[in-house]
């Protein structure tokens, strides 16, 4: 059989992308990344809906390890963010590294030959001594269980999945959820359609965005200069820092950021009975903040009509809300958002002893600073539990995961061993996270995809972001078992000699 490989990314966007080059950059090459799709970049290939754009800054909605000083805007567009993803493909030299259509059907640890086994559909399986699980939350959608939703005879379409093909052009159009795909998309659809009906289930709290030009002279210094770049991510970062005391906490600054909200939604919907219906009845932070200059006015238009009774059934030609009233359309577009594990997992993984990790995460995932999990050696996760931030950029804690994890491995490899978290470390850790969660915004009431159905939070960090980075500088390696990587011909010698 052949050698395993160093390391099995499992995923091909930010995190898995991001983990590759810096391995590569500890001078471990036998990686190779498993992608079920045909291109890389994750959710920024898949999500590729009119208006989709992030809404946290460009300059810290990347990576500190590969700047760009050309981002066009403050806040930059799908398209321009997946250029930046093929980018580092390309300038790090990751293409080679990359076996696309592989999706994954199991990840299973061998113990007497002490390495991972991942399984795919329509592929061989392949062998590793330790696996990066980069598939990332935002990975897997699905329509929303909906009554009636297989006898609708028009065209339905999920924001993560979107039809090119369809015209919209003097169409009658449904969007379901008002969420951040939500907002971004109904200002572009009013734009074309005869008619648009959006349906709110929760007004969400929503902040102007304001999104400027960067001009070509500041692109110049920060190419010239690129400490300046580093500068300006930074000042970035330290306001998104002070933005926490108001939203992931109930703090009197919570009420500042309501009162910025409200004058938000004062000053673009002159009507009260519209402000009413889109004024939340939670406090700010409990569900994700909405970033949005545009969507105010989009629900203003002619054309453009807000349905707040909640929705009884999926009709063959349209919604039937729960007051009787059958909503004609001749395509659903489902602003529904994704299928967030919070329980379980994305692919079926076994460790040691034969242990499922789906059983050990029915009633809520835990691991051990977000990255790994008691009994499956050698595996860490990227945005694992508790790793969201309600406050900043995804991507300051993915990189700090990632530099955690590439230590970790690098370790183990060196020493030719295996790494185990253990399990009081594991458990002690989770004990507290969730102490700590009890006095944040995200647990105060409000139901949220935060959220399992009974309440407990698999998703959050209960902190300020500089606190998470900080717990992952160095790996405690007290806080692991150690045992010798002995491969299962190198002891079936042993036992003959």
């Not at 994954?104 to 002490?114: I, K, P, T």
């Not at 159009?173 to 009906?197: D, F, H, N």
């Not at 909405?290 to 009884?312: E, G, R």
């Not at 969730?434 to 960090?461: H, I, P, V």
Request: with cysteine; hydrophobic share 35%; net charge neutral.
């Amino acid at each position: 059989m052949s050698e395993p490989l160093s390391v099995a990314i499992i995923g091909g966007g930010f995190a898995g992308i991001g983990a590759a080059i810096r391995l590569k950059q500890k001078r471990i090459d036998c990686i190779a990344i498993f992608e079920r799709g045909r291109e890389p970049g994750g959710t920024w290939r898949d999500n590729t809906y009119p208006g989709a754009a992030c809404d946290i800054p460009s300059r810290l909605y990347s990576y500190s390890f590969a700047p760009n000083p050309d981002w066009s805007h403050t806040y930059s567009g799908s398209a321009e963010i997946l250029q930046y993803i093929e980018r580092m493909v390309d300038d790090f030299g990751l293409r080679p590294l990359f076996n696309f259509g592989h999706n994954v059907s199991g990840v299973r640890w061998d113990e007497n030959a002490s390495v991972w086994e991942i399984s795919f559909d329509g592929h061989p399986p392949v062998r590793a001594r330790a696996v990066v699980m980069a598939s990332g939350p935002l990975a897997n959608v699905s329509f929303p269980s909906i009554r009636g939703l297989d006898t609708y005879e028009g065209h339905k379409i999920h924001s993560a999945r979107w039809d090119h093909d369809y015209d919209f052009t003097d169409k009658k159009v449904a969007v379901v959820g008002t969420g951040a795909s939500g907002v971004q998309i109904v200002p572009e659809l009013v734009k074309v359609a005869r008619s648009v009906k959006v349906y709110q289930r929760t007004p969400g709290w929503a902040l102007p965005r304001t999104n400027f030009a960067t001009r070509q002279a500041t692109k110049d210094v920060y190419r010239r200069f690129p400490a300046t770049q580093s500068l300006a991510r930074n000042a970035w970062f330290w306001g998104h820092e002070s933005v926490a005391l108001g939203v992931v906490w109930n703090s009197p600054l919570t009420r500042v950021v309501e009162a910025v909200g409200k004058l938000h939604l004062r000053r673009q919907v002159k009507d009260p009975w519209l402000r009413r219906q889109l004024t939340p009845d939670f406090r700010a932070g409990c569900k994700r903040l909405l970033m949005t200059s545009d969507f105010y006015p989009a629900l203003q238009k002619d054309n453009c009509t807000l349905v707040t009774w909640p929705i009884a059934r999926i009709s063959p030609k349209g919604i039937r809300t729960v007051e009787g009233i059958e909503h004609q359309a001749d395509v659903i577009v489902f602003a529904t958002g994704f299928d967030v594990s919070k329980t379980g997992t994305p692919v079926p993984i076994s460790g040691r002893d034969g242990r499922i990790l789906a059983d050990e995460w029915s009633t809520g995932a835990r691991a051990y600073k977000s990255i790994a999990v008691s009994g499956y050696p050698n595996m860490y996760f990227t945005f694992g539990p508790n790793s969201g931030p309600g406050h900043s950029s995804a991507l300051v804690y993915m990189e700090a995961q990632i530099d955690y994890l590439v230590d970790a491995i690098s370790y183990a490899l060196a020493r030719n061993s295996i790494l185990d978290v253990r399990e009081d470390r594991q458990r002690e850790y989770n004990v507290d996270l969730q102490r700590r969660l009890q006095k944040t915004t995200w647990n105060s009431g409000c139901s949220s995809w935060y959220l399992t159905e009974d309440g407990f939070n698999a998703t959050m960090f209960p902190g300020f972001a500089s606190q998470y980075v900080g717990q992952l500088k160095s790996v405690d390696y007290d806080d692991y078992t150690t045992s010798e990587y002995r491969p299962a011909e190198q002891i079936e010698l042993t036992a003959t000699v």
